[in-house]
Antibody
Framework: QVQVVQSGPEVKKPGTSVKVSCEAS????????VQWVRQARGQRLEWIGW????????NYAENLQGRLTISRDMSTNTAYMELSSLGSEDTAVFYC??????????????WGQGTLVTVSS | QSALTQPASVSGSPGQSITISCTGT?????????VSWYQQHPGEAPKLMIY???NRPSGVSNRFSASKSGNTAALTISGLQPEDEGDYYC??????????FGTGTKVTVL
């Protein structure tokens, strides 16, 4: 059974960084990609980046280039999203979603429960 | 990358059919058959409803169908039921190997 479990809520001060984890199980982690999506309260979903697990290749949304780093640890089946220089506009729920290449390409099949990141002084 | 355009809201009575459009460009929706649709209930993570333009994952009701023509994709919900209420988002793979979400549509069952 596929499971995707994210780390807990975070409260951060402006200017600092946050790192959210996304642990996967029930499938071959190395044959997948992990997408990251954020959603501010009452707003639409926004794609922010992805990582191909086998190669470590990443791609980030243009508006977050330079502040966003996505990484993975294949020994623990975990992907990470780190966002730096936080501002109040970064307050949002961050989701990860696993894309299983065994099932095809380019859709977000299994989602984590979401991690609320609050940026407040 | 600008968001794909969806209507802000669509409503229908139980049993009716509704259609949600998703308009992009030749760099996203029109470029590949990699449009997917997600349902989101308040406080919950999104759920995959359609992938590769028109395919339903196992467990998704066959009341959900979808298609694409040119730069516009569409999701149809037939036999509308109260549990279909929620927000719906399309997303497309793009020519820059990134993704772009739609603006989201709130579906109301009257």
């Amino acid at each position: 059974q596929v499971q995707v479990v994210q780390s807990g809520p975070e409260v951060k001060k402006p200017g600092t960084s946050v790192k959210v984890s996304c642990e996967a199980s029930g499938f071959t982690f190395s044959n997948s990609a992990v997408q990251w999506v954020r959603q501010a309260r009452g707003q639409r979903l926004e794609w922010i980046g992805w990582i191909v697990i086998a190669s470590g290749n990443t791609n980030y949304a243009e508006n977050l280039q330079g502040r966003l780093t996505i990484s993975r640890d294949m020994s623990t089946n975990t992907a990470y999203m780190e966002l730096s220089s936080l501002g109040s506009e970064d307050t949002a729920v961050f989701y990860c979603a696993a894309e299983l290449y065994s099932n095809g390409c380019c859709f977000f099949e299994h989602w984590g429960q979401g991690t609320l990141v609050t940026v407040s002084s | 990358q600008s968001a794909l355009t969806q209507p802000a809201s669509v409503s229908g009575s139980p049993g009716q059919s509704i259609t949600i459009s998703c308009t992009g460009t030749s760099s996203d929706v029109g470029a590949y058959n990699y449009v997917s649709w997600y349902q989101q209930h308040p406080g919950e993570a999104p759920k995959l409803m359609i992938y590769d333009v028109s395919n339903r994952p196992s467990g998704v009701s066959n009341r959900f169908s979808a298609s694409k023509s040119g730069n516009t994709a569409a999701l149809t919900i037939s036999g509308l039921q109260p549990e279909d209420e929620g927000d719906y988002y399309c997303i497309s793979y793009t020519t820059t190997t990134s993704y772009v979400f739609g603006t989201g549509t709130k579906v109301t069952v009257l």
